[in-house]
């Protein structure tokens, strides 16, 4: 059964940083494109960036480019976001999911981890 639990999650203040890992099981990471999504309190699922499975080519929603980073590391199944210059806006669930996805269409997400961001 293919499963991806979050890790990293936590409190920073403005400015700080965090790093957010996905380990994968029951599917080999490199024979997909991976994406981190997220949902703020009481807002929609908003779509964060995506990696393929092939040359490692990156997209990011407009809020997070410059500031987040999204890799992947194949030999250990797991995804990862690097969050850099955090800003209060970016708190709320995070999940990994399996393909290129956007929101509620992510057929296969973790359970979340939590990021707060607050001074």
């Known amino acids: 059964e293919a499963q991806l639990v979050e890790y990293g999650g936590g409190s920073a203040q403005p400015g700080g940083s965090l790093r957010l890992s996905c380990v994968a099981s029951?599917?080999?990471?490199?024979?997909?494109?991976m994406t981190w999504i997220r949902q703020a309190p009481g807002k929609r699922l908003e779509w964060v960036a995506s990696?393929?499975?092939?040359?490692?080519?990156?997209v990011y929603g407009t809020d997070v480019k410059d500031r987040f980073t999204i890799t992947r590391d194949n030999a250990q199944n797991t995804l990862y976001l690097q969050l850099n210059n955090l800003k209060t806006e970016d708190t709320g669930m995070y999940y990994c999911?399996?393909?290129?996805?956007?929101?509620?269409?992510?057929?296969?997400r973790g359970q979340g981890t939590e990021v707060s961001v607050s001074s």
């Open positions: 999911a399996k393909g290129y996805c956007s929101g509620v269409d992510c057929l296969l």
């Open positions: 029951g599917f080999n990471l490199s024979e997909s494109p």
């Open positions: 990696i393929d499975n092939g040359l490692g080519s990156t």
